[in-house]
Protein backbone atom coordinates (compact mmCIF):
# COMPACT_ATOMS: atom_id res chain seq x y z
CA UNK A 1 0.00 0.00 0.00
CA UNK A 2 0.79 3.36 -0.77
CA UNK A 3 0.10 6.44 0.57
CA UNK A 4 -1.58 9.24 -1.69
CA UNK A 5 -3.45 11.45 -0.15
CA UNK A 6 -2.28 13.22 3.23
CA UNK A 7 -4.94 13.82 6.11
CA UNK A 8 -5.40 17.71 5.26
CA UNK A 9 -6.39 17.16 2.09
CA UNK A 10 -8.76 14.28 3.33
CA UNK A 11 -10.24 16.35 5.95
CA UNK A 12 -10.66 19.44 3.77
CA UNK A 13 -12.77 17.12 1.37
CA UNK A 14 -14.65 15.57 4.03
CA UNK A 15 -15.43 18.50 5.73
CA UNK A 16 -16.31 20.66 2.51
CA UNK A 17 -19.05 17.89 2.35
CA UNK A 18 -20.33 18.63 5.33
CA UNK A 19 -20.29 21.88 4.89
CA UNK A 20 -22.27 21.94 2.06
CA UNK A 21 -24.71 19.89 3.01
CA UNK A 22 -25.41 21.86 5.68
CA UNK A 23 -25.15 25.48 3.94
CA UNK A 24 -28.09 24.00 1.17
CA UNK A 25 -29.72 22.86 4.15
CA UNK A 26 -29.78 26.31 5.52
CA UNK A 27 -30.31 27.85 2.49
CA UNK A 28 -33.59 26.48 1.08
CA UNK A 29 -35.18 26.10 4.48
CA UNK A 30 -35.23 29.38 4.87
CA UNK A 31 -35.18 32.08 8.49
CA UNK A 32 -35.72 30.06 11.11
CA UNK A 33 -34.49 29.47 14.89
CA UNK A 34 -31.95 26.89 15.41
CA UNK A 35 -31.74 25.28 19.16
CA UNK A 36 -28.01 25.89 20.61
CA UNK A 37 -26.74 24.44 23.88
CA UNK A 38 -27.90 26.40 27.00
CA UNK A 39 -31.53 27.33 25.98
CA UNK A 40 -30.13 29.90 23.35
CA UNK A 41 -30.59 30.45 19.64
CA UNK A 42 -29.01 31.16 16.38
CA UNK A 43 -31.46 32.39 13.12
CA UNK A 44 -30.74 29.92 10.23
CA UNK A 45 -29.56 32.35 8.16
CA UNK A 46 -26.71 33.78 10.36
CA UNK A 47 -25.72 30.03 10.58
CA UNK A 48 -25.77 29.98 6.78
CA UNK A 49 -23.65 33.57 6.44
CA UNK A 50 -21.18 32.05 9.08
CA UNK A 51 -20.70 28.55 7.67
CA UNK A 52 -20.22 30.50 3.93
CA UNK A 53 -17.25 32.53 5.34
CA UNK A 54 -16.20 28.85 6.95
CA UNK A 55 -16.75 27.50 3.41
CA UNK A 56 -14.46 30.77 2.17
CA UNK A 57 -11.47 30.47 4.21
CA UNK A 58 -11.63 26.62 3.59
CA UNK A 59 -11.65 27.45 0.01
CA UNK A 60 -8.53 29.88 0.38
CA UNK A 61 -6.53 27.37 2.28
CA UNK A 62 -7.25 24.76 -0.28
CA UNK A 63 -5.73 27.28 -3.13
CA UNK A 64 -2.37 27.45 -0.65
CA UNK A 65 -2.14 24.03 -0.15
CA UNK A 66 -2.58 23.25 -3.88
CA UNK A 67 0.56 25.65 -4.10
CA UNK A 68 2.93 24.59 -1.24
CA UNK A 69 1.09 20.83 -0.31
CA UNK A 70 1.65 17.24 -0.94
CA UNK A 71 2.37 16.23 -4.32
CA UNK A 72 -0.64 14.96 -5.14
CA UNK A 73 -2.74 17.75 -3.60
CA UNK A 74 -0.61 20.10 -5.92
CA UNK A 75 -2.16 21.64 -8.83
CA UNK A 76 0.77 21.32 -10.82
CA UNK A 77 0.83 17.61 -10.91
CA UNK A 78 -3.17 16.95 -11.63
CA UNK A 79 -4.07 19.94 -13.44
CA UNK A 80 -3.64 18.97 -17.39
CA UNK A 81 -4.02 21.10 -20.51
CA UNK A 82 -6.87 20.22 -22.73
CA UNK A 83 -5.38 17.96 -24.93
CA UNK A 84 -4.56 15.72 -21.74
CA UNK A 85 -7.78 15.62 -20.84
CA UNK A 86 -9.25 14.78 -24.11
CA UNK A 87 -6.58 12.09 -24.62
CA UNK A 88 -7.68 10.60 -21.15
CA UNK A 89 -11.49 10.27 -21.91
CA UNK A 90 -10.16 8.75 -25.25
CA UNK A 91 -8.35 5.74 -23.51
CA UNK A 92 -11.03 5.15 -21.33
CA UNK A 93 -13.79 5.33 -24.03
CA UNK A 94 -11.47 2.81 -25.57
CA UNK A 95 -11.59 0.73 -22.63
CA UNK A 96 -8.19 1.37 -21.02
CA UNK A 97 -7.70 2.48 -17.71
CA UNK A 98 -4.62 4.84 -17.06
CA UNK A 99 -3.22 5.04 -14.10
CA UNK A 100 -2.48 8.06 -11.73
CA UNK A 101 -1.71 8.35 -8.33
CA UNK A 102 -3.90 11.21 -7.43
CA UNK A 103 -6.08 12.99 -9.93
CA UNK A 104 -6.99 11.87 -13.86
CA UNK A 105 -6.69 14.79 -16.20
CA UNK A 106 -11.09 14.79 -15.81
CA UNK A 107 -10.95 14.94 -12.28
CA UNK A 108 -8.67 17.69 -12.41
CA UNK A 109 -10.82 19.74 -14.15
CA UNK A 110 -13.73 18.77 -11.45
CA UNK A 111 -11.67 19.92 -8.78
CA UNK A 112 -10.82 23.19 -10.72
CA UNK A 113 -14.96 23.39 -11.52
CA UNK A 114 -15.89 22.96 -7.81
CA UNK A 115 -13.28 25.71 -6.17
CA UNK A 116 -13.73 28.34 -8.63
CA UNK A 117 -17.70 27.63 -8.10
CA UNK A 118 -17.09 27.31 -4.32
CA UNK A 119 -14.89 30.76 -4.42
CA UNK A 120 -17.84 32.91 -6.40
CA UNK A 121 -20.64 31.36 -4.37
CA UNK A 122 -18.50 32.53 -0.84
CA UNK A 123 -17.57 35.55 -2.07
CA UNK A 124 -21.33 36.49 -3.81
CA UNK A 125 -22.57 35.41 0.03
CA UNK A 126 -20.41 38.36 1.45
CA UNK A 127 -22.30 40.49 -0.58
CA UNK A 128 -25.57 39.16 -0.24
CA UNK A 129 -29.49 39.55 1.65
CA UNK A 130 -32.36 37.79 1.84
CA UNK A 131 -34.29 40.46 1.99
CA UNK A 132 -35.89 40.47 5.34
CA UNK A 133 -33.61 39.77 8.50
CA UNK A 134 -30.13 38.71 7.29
CA UNK A 135 -27.28 40.51 5.27
CA UNK A 136 -23.76 39.37 4.13
CA UNK A 137 -21.00 41.02 5.96
CA UNK A 138 -20.26 43.52 2.89
CA UNK A 139 -23.67 43.81 1.43
CA UNK A 140 -23.81 47.18 3.00
CA UNK A 141 -20.54 48.44 0.61
CA UNK A 142 -22.10 48.00 -2.45
CA UNK A 143 -25.57 49.16 -2.29
CA UNK A 144 -29.28 47.55 -2.31
CA UNK A 145 -29.00 47.46 -5.70
CA UNK A 146 -26.10 45.77 -6.62
CA UNK A 147 -26.47 43.65 -3.44
CA UNK A 148 -29.47 41.80 -4.45
CA UNK A 149 -28.04 41.08 -8.16
CA UNK A 150 -25.42 39.59 -6.23
CA UNK A 151 -27.65 37.78 -4.66
CA UNK A 152 -29.37 36.22 -7.75
CA UNK A 153 -25.94 35.29 -8.78
CA UNK A 154 -25.65 33.47 -5.43
CA UNK A 155 -28.51 31.46 -6.41
CA UNK A 156 -27.53 30.24 -9.73
CA UNK A 157 -24.14 29.33 -8.48
CA UNK A 158 -25.73 26.79 -5.95
CA UNK A 159 -27.55 25.62 -8.67
CA UNK A 160 -24.22 24.95 -10.91
CA UNK A 161 -22.55 23.48 -7.79
CA UNK A 162 -25.48 20.91 -7.03
CA UNK A 163 -25.19 20.01 -10.50
CA UNK A 164 -21.44 19.45 -10.26
CA UNK A 165 -22.05 17.42 -6.74
CA UNK A 166 -24.47 15.39 -8.99
CA UNK A 167 -21.97 14.81 -11.97
CA UNK A 168 -19.27 13.68 -9.15
CA UNK A 169 -21.32 11.27 -7.38
CA UNK A 170 -21.83 9.59 -10.59
CA UNK A 171 -18.61 9.79 -12.04
CA UNK A 172 -17.56 7.92 -8.72
CA UNK A 173 -20.26 5.16 -8.98
CA UNK A 174 -18.79 4.85 -12.65
CA UNK A 175 -15.71 4.45 -11.49
CA UNK A 176 -16.66 1.94 -8.69
CA UNK A 177 -18.52 -0.26 -11.36
CA UNK A 178 -14.84 -0.32 -13.30
CA UNK A 179 -13.84 -1.87 -10.49
CA UNK A 180 -11.74 1.79 -8.85
CA UNK A 181 -12.68 2.78 -5.41
CA UNK A 182 -11.79 6.44 -5.50
CA UNK A 183 -13.78 6.69 -2.17
CA UNK A 184 -11.58 4.22 0.00
CA UNK A 185 -8.37 6.08 -0.39
CA UNK A 186 -9.95 9.99 0.34
CA UNK A 187 -10.91 7.85 3.49
CA UNK A 188 -7.53 6.00 4.61
CA UNK A 189 -5.39 7.86 2.33
CA UNK A 190 -3.57 4.73 0.31
CA UNK A 191 -3.51 2.80 -2.04
CA UNK A 192 -2.39 -0.74 -3.70
CA UNK A 193 0.73 -0.17 -5.79
CA UNK A 194 -0.53 -1.75 -8.38
CA UNK A 195 -3.44 1.06 -8.95
CA UNK A 196 -0.34 3.57 -9.21
CA UNK A 197 1.60 4.14 -12.46
CA UNK A 198 4.95 1.64 -12.87
CA UNK A 199 8.08 2.99 -11.52
CA UNK A 200 6.13 6.29 -10.02
CA UNK A 201 7.91 6.77 -6.81
CA UNK A 202 5.65 7.11 -3.86
CA UNK A 203 3.94 10.95 -3.61
CA UNK A 204 5.61 13.71 -1.46
CA UNK A 205 3.95 14.36 1.66
CA UNK A 206 4.70 17.37 3.56
CA UNK A 207 3.78 18.08 7.26
CA UNK A 208 0.74 18.89 8.67
CA UNK A 209 1.78 21.46 10.48
CA UNK A 210 2.34 23.43 7.02
CA UNK A 211 -1.04 23.01 6.86
CA UNK A 212 -2.34 24.32 10.15
CA UNK A 213 -0.36 27.84 9.23
CA UNK A 214 -2.03 27.63 6.14
CA UNK A 215 -5.36 27.35 7.13
CA UNK A 216 -4.70 30.30 10.19
CA UNK A 217 -3.74 32.13 7.48
CA UNK A 218 -6.51 31.41 5.63
CA UNK A 219 -9.29 31.79 8.66
CA UNK A 220 -7.44 35.21 9.38
CA UNK A 221 -7.99 36.62 6.15
CA UNK A 222 -10.92 36.06 6.09
CA UNK A 223 -12.62 36.44 9.72
CA UNK A 224 -10.16 39.64 10.20
CA UNK A 225 -9.97 41.02 6.72
CA UNK A 226 -13.72 41.00 5.94
CA UNK A 227 -14.61 42.76 9.09
CA UNK A 228 -12.10 45.16 8.39
CA UNK A 229 -13.53 45.85 5.03
CA UNK A 230 -16.47 46.40 5.60
CA UNK A 231 -15.71 48.89 8.80
CA UNK A 232 -13.72 50.51 6.22
CA UNK A 233 -15.98 50.58 2.73
CA UNK A 234 -19.29 50.59 4.72
CA UNK A 235 -19.14 53.55 7.08
Known sequence: ????????????H????????VLWLSGT????DLPLPGGKTIMNT?????????????????VLWGLLGSSTARFSSFVRGPAAVIAYLKAVR????PLFAGHNPAGAL?????????????GTGLFSNDDILSEGPLAATVGKDLSD??????????????????????????????????????????????SLPPGEPAPRMVSPLL??????????????GVPLLAAHFGG
Not at 29 to 32: C, S
Not at 110 to 122: D, E, G, Y
Not at 211 to 224: E, I, P, R, T
Request: with cysteine.
Open 46 to 62: DLHMLLGQVVLAMVLYR
Open 211 to 224: ALVLLAVSVGAVFW
Open 149 to 194: TLTGFHGLIADGLIALVIVHVCAVVVYRLKGENLVKPMVTGYKDRA
Open 94 to 97: SGQH
Open 29 to 32: VGGI
Open 1 to 12: MVKVWDLPTRLF
Open 110 to 122: MILAVLSLLLLQA
Open 14 to 21: WILVLLFA
